[in-house]
Nanobody, 128 residues
Framework: QVQLVESGGGSVQTGGSLRLACVASGYTNIVTYIGWFRQAPGKEREGVASTWTRYGNTNYYADTVKGRFAISRDSATNTVYLQMNSLKPDDAATYYC????????????????????WGQGTQVTISS
């Protein structure tokens, strides 16, 4: 089992920034990808960014956040970050991190269907 705990959500104004953190524990050695997802009320869960955790620095982003969001990881602390800049009202949602032990996903790592381990979520509110 892998446990995930998110933090860093809050309320910011349009154009502001937030950094979310996801700390993984448990059998983290099985994890291949960690992804950030978001879900706004009445909308489907959307993949925002994902990272290949085994080696190198391979990340994937949804078109809606490309150039504004950045995913990074600290292997020493099993933490994955999501730096969110230039936030817009459409970015408001509950953000979840998730982990999978599946390989070879590449861009499909933005699909929630491939993830088996989920955090509780952290809420992001954007005020105009």
């Amino acid at each position: 089992q892998v446990q995930l705990v998110e933090s860093g959500g809050g309320s910011v104004q349009t154009g502001g920034s937030l950094r979310l953190a996801c700390v993984a524990s448990g059998y983290t050695n099985i994890v291949t990808y960690i992804g950030w997802f978001r879900q706004a009320p009445g909308k489907e869960r959307e993949g925002v960014a994902s990272t290949w955790t085994r080696y190198g620095n391979t990340n994937y982003y949804a078109d809606t956040v490309k150039g504004r969001f950045a995913i990074s990881r600290d292997s020493a602390t099993n933490t994955v970050y999501l730096q969110m800049n230039s936030l817009k009202p459409d970015d408001a949602a509950t953000y979840y991190c998730a982990a999978t032990d599946r390989g070879g996903l590449f861009g499909d790592s933005l699909s929630a269907a491939h993830y088996d381990y989920w955090g509780q979520g952290t809420q992001v509110t954007i005020s105009s």
